[in-house]
């Protein structure tokens, strides 16, 4: 049964699912006879995604904006390694697992290692010289982890932060194509900046699904009634950059 537009069956669902894997393939076999190979790589990696019941949630940012400390929130402990310098080298995907494990996966092909999870930092931080030259071999680290938010096919995404270092910047850019969704994570102390700004409308032009605001640190603000207003600024200033991105882009 399939009421306003939502599935709220196991067997609907499924139905869902089908259905949209063949509405992507006919847009591949379109995409293919119109020699437009850009919207066919899309949906050919957009059905793959569907198919196999795997979607990414990125958790984005500028650096130092409480990313790795927001996803430790969720595990339930300090997983990730966090510090008050950047830290982040690498993408650390976050995945569902009855116990918890740490796979490094590299960016000449070698074959993948085991690492200990409690030792993560040595390989996927910049905290010292040699982990940062560790973790420049990286191209992912995964993460097993018995959470409950994964545990139905999604996968949890700590990127390197915005702003930090170019090549840092460019490792968080390049997976935007595979994300389905994004928590945009926002610090109180200094919410929304301009950089924040040009970053979102970028973010948008890869069109995820949905884009989720998160402000951490919101404990600094002592008084109740300064929160709801420092909440009701970042509103606003989010709308005004939505709208006059919308406008830019179609002026014409």
Not at 165 to 189: G, K, N, Y
Not at 230 to 239: A, T, V
Request: hydrophobic share 45%; charged share 30%; with cysteine.
């Amino acid at each position: 049964m399939v009421e306003s537009g939502l599935p709220t069956t196991f067997r609907g669902y499924h139905e869902v699912v089908f259905g949209l894997g063949a509405d992507l393939q006919r847009v591949e076999d379109l995409a293919s006879r119109l020699g437009n190979a850009g919207v066919g790589e899309k949906a050919t990696s957009l059905r793959t995604r569907v198919q196999q019941q795997r979607f990414t949630v990125a958790v984005l940012g500028e650096f130092k904006r409480g990313k790795s400390t927001f996803i430790n929130a969720l595990l339930g402990e300090a997983v990730l390694p966090s510090d008050i310098a950047p830290t982040t080298a690498c993408i650390n995907r976050v995945v569902y697992g009855l116990r918890p494990a740490a796979t490094l996966y590299f960016k000449d092909q070698r074959e993948p290692t085991d690492v200990p999870v409690d030792r993560l930092e040595e390989s996927i931080t910049k905290l010292t010289a040699a982990a940062a030259e560790r973790a420049a071999e990286v191209s992912e680290a995964v993460i097993a982890w018995p959470i409950r938010f994964c545990s139905n096919g999604i996968d949890l995404l700590d990127t390197p932060g915005l702003a930090d270092e170019a090549a840092m910047s460019e490792v968080t850019r390049r997976v935007l194509p595979q994300v389905d969704a994004a928590l945009f994570v926002i610090m109180a102390d200094s919410p929304f900046s301009e950089s924040e700004g040009r970053f979102l409308e970028e973010l948008l032009e890869h069109d995820p699904g949905r884009v989720i605001f998160v402000v951490t640190a919101i404990d600094r603000i002592r008084k109740v009634a300064d929160r709801d207003r420092l909440l009701d600024n970042i509103r606003d200033r989010i709308r005004k950059r939505l709208l006059s991105a919308a406008e830019r882009r179609f002026a014409d």
